[in-house]
């Protein structure tokens, strides 16, 4: 009996070791370096995507692998951030936010749905006065962050803020919600092509935004 337990609690210690090591995927990007260009330039995808999300990655996976390893998905742990170490705060938001820009943007044209068409002019009066805002909010993060769209709790549509890599699915930030749309205004985002002219790189920014993702993450959360 006690060589049963034994191989067994072996045996689990193995699965969770190999688990933690391939539990997180680093996904390829949805599109080549090249392909929003000339809106975001090639140099700047490369290394926004191959050094900067790919460092988050690696960080947040060595940190789950050295005992915080929950078998927990990335968003669950997102989540439940507050339960964990600043160090996984940082890596798994930079690691989490990153896999959810690459996703907002796309080299082909698309429009956004009816229904998101319709939320966009109830809570902001018009698509121009909600580009207003969020160019706004994105041009005025302190520092360094990130703009968001996010569905509140009650449904409504609403811009916010976060510094650094929070995110607003995170449970130690104030304005919490269910993000549709992001944009990355560390420098490593646009410094390369636009120098410290944050403004034209969001402008940009405008030109490349895959509104069918975004669309489908509404409609996904306000079922």
């Not at 034994?6 to 969770?16: D, G, M, N, P, R």
């Amino acid at each position: 009996m006690k060589k049963i337990l034994f191989l067994t609690s072996v045996l689990v210690v193995w699965q969770l070791s190999l688990t933690a090591q391939n539990f997180y995927e680093f996904k390829e990007l949805p599109y080549s370096y090249s392909a929003l260009e000339p809106y975001i330039d090639s140099t700047t995808m490369e290394t926004h995507y191959a050094k900067h999300h790919k460092g988050y990655y690696n960080n947040f996976v060595k940190a789950m692998q050295e005992g915080n390893f929950d078998n927990k998905p990335l968003e669950q742990v997102i989540q439940n951030i507050s339960s964990y170490s600043v160090f996984i705060r940082n890596n798994g938001g930079g690691y989490w936010n990153h896999e959810f820009f690459w996703n907002c943007m796309s080299p082909n044209k698309t429009q956004a749905s009816n229904a998101l068409t319709k939320a966009i002019t109830d809570n902001f009066g018009s698509f121009e006065n909600f580009k207003k805002e969020f160019s706004s909010a994105a041009s005025t993060v302190f520092g360094s962050g990130w703009a968001w769209l996010i569905v509140t709790d009650s449904g409504k549509l609403k811009i916010v803020k976060t510094a650094n890599q929070d995110n607003p699915l995170m449970d130690v930030v104030a304005d919490k919600g269910t993000p549709i749309l992001a944009i990355d205004v560390w420098e490593h985002a646009y410094y390369l092509k636009h120098k410290n002219l944050r403004a034209a790189y969001v402008e940009n920014f405008w030109q490349v935004i895959n509104w069918q993702f975004v669309s489908e993450k509404y409609a996904d959360a306000v079922k």
